[in-house]
């Protein structure tokens, strides 16, 4: 890949003339090849990071397939861990709007979409890995397979609710994708989004790191193949400018329950709520956040 040409537009707030390297490239790894090395870029309007170019659907692929999410064999056991999560979503939503249909991004092998249909929403999934969205679709529900989310025909105004569950860090062009998801929703509609929240972590790596090949491991290995990283605060205000008139953000997302979680994780949560408060809340350290987006009516 050309690492030289700079991009003018950052991806995840649509400002022009403000990107700047990020200072590292991103180790990509693959089955069977070496690792691509990815150039991560800077926004000085938002502070978001984002990577330019994105790697190839093949490209992705072989990433991908060493991972165990994409393990049909691992499917179910992975939707277990994650049905407190799933169901603590859908109790949310149905206090912000009435169930109705719902569209899930990155819906996987469609262990969520049975989750939502039980509990009274009328769900469609996609999902651009074909082994997943082939199993999800077997499933019965109306689940589309592309690469990206414009191609893949659903109609503007249509859903109830639209879920990113842990999918959104791997959109290709994040803001477009962010307008997109305000298109889809009927007015009232709730966009739910669970996200890793790095950024931080990030610029603090980057920070206490010299540059050079010890810094790039590091940082990949925070990243864990994903495109993009914003702060919390920076993406309410992205949302906030394209119409969304009600956000709240709930800081402790944890994606099992909190007696499973290792040691490492809980620290991690415990640390972010004294960062929090001694931000005096400005800025959330939390790993994982739950956030909840309503479309006016």
Known sequence: ???????????????????????????????????????????????????????????????????????????????????????????????????????????????????????????????????????????????????????????????????????FCFTWDPYETLQLFFRLLQPGGVLTMRLTNKRVVLGLARALSRSGPDRDERLSRILQGQFHSIAIESLVSILRGMGFDRIEVDSQAMTAPWRTLSASTRLAYGLARVGSLLSLYKVNFSPGVLLFAQKAP
């Open 1 to 167: 890949m050309d690492v030289t040409v700079q991009p003018d537009r950052c991806l995840l707030c649509g400002v022009t003339g403000r990107i700047r390297s990020a200072g590292f490239q991103q180790g990509y790894k693959q089955v069977g090849r070496d690792p691509l090395s990815l150039s991560w870029w800077e926004c000085g309007a938002c502070s978001g990071w984002f990577v330019n170019p994105v790697p190839t659907p093949i490209e992705i692929e072989r990433h991908c397939n060493r991972c165990n999410y994409n393990d049909p064999a691992q499917a179910q056991a992975i939707s277990q861990g994650k049905d407190l999560l799933h169901r603590r979503i859908l109790s949310q939503l149905v206090s912000w709007t009435r169930p109705g249909p719902l569209l899930d991004i990155g819906c996987s092998f469609g262990e969520f979409l049975l989750v939502a249909q039980e509990t009274g929403w009328t769900p469609s999934g996609f999902e651009p890995y074909g082994l997943a969205a082939k199993s999800a679709a077997q499933k019965g529900f109306d689940v589309r397979r592309e690469w990206v989310l414009e191609k893949a025909g659903f109609p503007d105004k249509h859903f109830a609710a639209v879920t990113a569950i842990d999918s």
